[in-house]
């Protein structure tokens, strides 16, 4: 026994032999020799200078770099609503033209109102500028990864969808509150240790633990969405046609709580009107002079280090400091806090989204819903007047539109930033699926996984080029696990062993579960045979399996290893045989769903088969 997922499956195996069932005869094939021709096509979309596409280009319009070397382009074609038009003498084979669109809503990272104004916009475009043949699918982040409707071509299925994703929490709000506390914390440090009686210190070390504590909690947040993306991408590689996900969110931190270091910043010198300890930005100041004096401290203009008083803000007992002349006793923000900033930096997991979905080639369209106005994140309570740095909104603003940036840019999509009317944005989506050019080379290596970059130049220099930035030379078995899982999610099923598939009876399982036995029933004359002399003959496959329960909780896709032998006098009997095997899956009641992959090793043929059932309590 295996386990799969705590209390979601457990995976046990038990190979049956081949049964007394007869197949159907066979219609046989002759022998004859496979070529695997390995090239990889690069969509390229090119526009003028106001973003209009360019059509007529040809191939010697275009240089082609791998690794920063150049390459030669085999194939290249133009193509236009799904008509492929390729130069003569060319090779490249027309893409399917089915557009798959994938409407990811962010919710732990948008403000209900931005995206009840963008989903609102969402639905009247689509619903106008939808192709025969497209197809949209819509899903959520939530904690996890739910997909609220599958794949569609109704367009009242999907406007109902929308309509009902507006009413699920969006958690935007739970980061504005964490962020604020996070505020009052370090006014909080910084009016304890500025009323020490003995040793008034402004900026103490211990000031910079509120910044600490919310980077990180806002980076683990940052990196599960992430995550949820990646698993979206990673399940659409089997999947046929062209595929885009339209990312919609305020924006995904880059550098998660940076904003709050940058208020350190600033209270703790770097701030552009500090002018010193005792020179403090007069912040709502409207008292008399004689009722806002605090208590003394040197004053570093001072050529004798004469003390003056500080001069406090009516808003807050908190002020703009500069530490520099107390040195190690106190938190230097204008050099200590940038650095700490960036040690919260997810840079690399972002290029690490974009090589996924490069690989599985998915393009990635960003839209903020926050549209032109500040982000209501960096808003501050009226009586907190010192945290209305501009310095912060500009900060926080950055790290979404950077991550937004980087995801579109990095797989030749689109990021729709600071507008409020986003209908023209998405239409130029739309286009992009109905014009683009097709480059197609060969690659030096063959399957090996390693990343690879890309790089397409227009030789017109005033036009600009957009593609996807790296592509990923994924091994066998990589791309047989990510089409496990379009099965999985989407029911991209494909049966060339004539495998079949049945859901057995149930019974009580461990732990509470309940077992269901998933039969595989492989017909012995459709997978390719290993003569062993003197021993009979012999079948290599491999399974895998993974399981997704109503919630969307999918397991790991597991693989177990098969060998078929059979006697040689046993040969011609089984031939004509089903060899049938039995893997339990042990699941909690609810309704889930199982696919299954059967890999020929000897012929590099494979199945993909999926079953939806219900598992009820026995």
């Not at 819509?138 to 794949?151: E, I, N, Q, T």
């Not at 923000?333 to 599985?360: C, F, M």
């Not at 937004?404 to 944005?425: C, E, K, Y």
């Not at 149930?506 to 459709?526: D, M």
């Amino acid at each position: 026994m295996t386990r799969l997922r705590p209390l979601l499956c457990w995976l046990s195996l038990t190979g049956l032999g081949a049964s007394a069932l007869p197949a159907q005869a066979p219609e046989r094939t002759g022998f004859g020799e496979s070529v695997d021709v390995n090239v990889v096509n690069v969509e390229v979309y090119v526009t003028d200078a106001r973003g209009n596409p360019v059509t007529g280009l040809r191939k010697g319009d275009f240089d082609l770099l791998v690794d920063g070397r150049r390459a030669g382009i085999s194939n290249f074609d133009r193509v236009e609503r799904g008509a492929r038009r390729g130069e003569a003498g060319d090779g490249g084979a027309a893409p399917e033209d089915a557009w798959n669109l994938i409407v990811f809503v962010d919710n732990f990272n948008i403000h209900p109102a931005n995206r009840a104004r963008v989903l609102r916009q969402l639905r009247d475009v689509l619903g106008r500028t939808l192709a025969p043949g497209d197809r949209v699918m819509l899903a959520s982040y939530d904690m996890g990864l739910k997909v609220r409707l599958p794949f569609t071509s109704d367009s009242a299925a999907l406007a109902k969808a929308l309509d009902d994703l507006e009413g699920l929490p969006a958690h935007a709000l739970t980061a504005d509150s964490d962020r604020q506390r996070a505020y009052r914390a370090i006014l909080t440090i910084q009016g304890a240790s500025l009323s020490d009686p003995l040793e008034p210190l402004p900026c103490p070390p211990s000031i910079a633990q509120p910044a600490h504590d919310f980077a990180a909690a806002r980076k683990d947040e940052a990196l599960r969405t992430l995550g949820g993306l990646q698993v979206l991408v990673n399940s659409l590689s089997g999947l046929p046609g062209r595929k885009a996900v339209l990312h919609v969110s305020d924006g995904i931190p880059a550098t998660p709580g940076a904003e709050v270091f940058q208020f350190l910043a600033e209270i703790c010198g770097g701030g552009s009107g500090t002018g010193g300890i005792g020179r403090q930005i007069p912040v709502g100041n409207d008292k008399p002079e004689d009722e806002r004096t605090g208590p003394l401290l040197p004053d570093p203009a001072s050529p004798d280090g004469e003390k003056v008083p500080f001069r406090q803000p009516s808003q807050s007992p908190d002020m703009v400091y500069d530490p520099r002349s107390l040195g190690p006793r106190a938190y230097q923000g204008a050099s200590q806090a940038p650095l700490d900033a960036q040690g919260y930096h997810i840079g690399k997991e972002i290029d690490g989204l974009v090589a996924h979905a490069n690989a599985q080639q998915v393009t990635l369209y960003t839209l903020q819903a926050v549209g032109a106005e500040r982000p209501a994140a960096a808003d501050a309570d009226p009586g907190d007047r010192i945290t209305h740095f501009q310095s912060i909104d500009l900060t926080l603003r950055k790290s979404y539109q950077d991550s937004l940036t980087a995801l579109a840019d990095g797989t030749g999509g689109r990021a729709i930033l600071g507008v409020n009317d986003i209908s023209p944005a998405l239409a130029r989506m739309r286009e992009d699926a109905s014009f683009y050019y097709l480059l197609g080379f060969e690659p030096g290596s063959r399957g090996e996984g390693g990343e690879h970059s890309i790089e397409v130049r227009a030789r017109n220099k005033s036009l600009r080029v957009r593609h996807r930035q790296s592509y990923r030379d994924k091994s066998v078995m990589e791309k047989t696990v990510d089409r496990t899982l379009a099965s999985l999610y989407y029911g991209a099923d494909e049966n060339p062993l004539q495998i079949g598939l049945e859901i057995g009876q149930q019974t009580p399982g461990p732990n509470g579960a309940v077992s269901v036995p998933v039969q595989l029933r492989i017909p012995v004359y459709k997978l390719a045979i290993l003569e062993k002399k003197d021993e009979g003959i012999e079948a290599r496959l491999r399974l895998l399996l993974a399981t997704r329960d109503g919630e969307g909780r999918t397991s790991q896709v597991r693989q177990v290893p098969l060998h078929i032998q059979v006697p040689v006098k046993e040969v011609l009997h089984a031939m004509g045989q089903f060899y049938v095997y039995t893997l339990t899956v042990h699941l909690q009641p609810g309704d889930h769903r199982v696919a299954v992959a059967v890999r020929d090793e000897l012929s590099a043929t494979t199945s993909f088969l999926s079953r939806g059932f219900t598992v009820n309590g026995v």
